[in-house]
């Protein structure tokens, strides 16, 4: 049976600093059964994006601090999430379709929020299959994708970096990155990541978190991983 609803629980972050406009888009979309977050500038949007993860972002182009071209380019240079561009009636929609800086769609104020909210759907529908083939976890700046075994490090408008990790040293790193924050006793992360080794010992999981450590440090990853004092280790969101 199909969802009746797919777009529900769907987070939409809304980058928008007219707050009247904002709050019409938030009232259409929540009653359409997605969540919302809003940023009222560049800089906010780009730290809900990295935190929140949102399913597709609806992203007005003047804004303060960062302007929305500026903050589609730091997305674009590290995600695939759906955007849409709010663009003022003739000011930049031809130096944005000029660029083609990988927006979704765009649409221009004045507009329907109704229309907004289909072209969301219709946005998020076309992507959703692409989409769920890509399993990456993101815990700060690092992106494991769990479905091709790749590791990377994208900084702050820089390419992503891959590194280079084994098997085991994967198994670790996704699943401590599934709860970022938690302490994990290293007798769970042996239990689970290194099951295969029967020999592995508790000083194993230093071991192999010691490497990681480097290689991630290496790709100017640093501060990820933090000891826990008589329990074993937590990998920290930063
Ligand atoms: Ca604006």
Same mark, same amino acid.
């Given at each position: ?21 904002? +709050? ?21 949007? #780009?730290?809900?994006?990295?935190? #929140? ?18 903050? #589609? !380019? ?7 999430? =759906? ?15 000029? #660029? ?9 104020? =004045?507009?329907?929020?109704? +229309? ?60 401590? !990155?599934?709860? =970022? ?37 290496? !790709? ?5 991983? +933090? ?12």
């Amino acid at each position: 049976m199909t969802n009746p609803n797919p777009d529900e629980n769907r987070l939409v972050l809304i980058v928008e600093d007219e707050p009247q406009i904002c +709050e019409i888009l938030m009232t259409y979309f929540e009653r359409e059964g997605f969540r919302t977050v809003t940023a009222r500038d560049g800089e906010l949007a #780009l730290m809900h994006h990295r935190s #929140l993860r949102p399913d597709i972002v609806i992203l007005d182009i003047n804004l303060p601090k960062r302007d929305g071209q500026s903050v #589609l !380019a730091e997305i674009r240079s590290r995600s695939q999430t =759906p955007i849409i561009m709010v663009t003022a009636l003739g000011q930049d929609l031809e130096k944005l379709l000029a #660029l083609n800086m990988g927006a979704d769609d765009y649409v221009v104020k =004045p507009f329907n929020p109704l +229309e907004v909210v289909a072209r969301a759907k219709t946005v998020l529908r076309r992507t959703s299959g692409s989409m769920n083939q890509i399993e990456a976890i993101r815990v700060g700046d690092l992106e494991i994708d769990t479905s091709a075994y790749i590791v990377s490090v994208s900084a702050f408008g820089k390419v992503a970096t891959q590194i280079d990790v084994t098997a085991t040293e994967f198994r670790i790193l996704s699943h401590m !990155a599934q709860a =970022p924050q938690k302490a994990y006793a290293r007798s769970e992360i042996l239990d689970t990541c290194l099951s295969e080794d029967s020999d592995a010992l508790e000083r194993t999981v230093d071991s192999h978190i010691s490497k990681l450590r480097r290689k991630l440090e290496d !790709a100017g990853a640093t501060g990820y991983f +933090e000891s826990v004092r008589g329990v074993g280790y937590r990998l920290k969101s930063r």
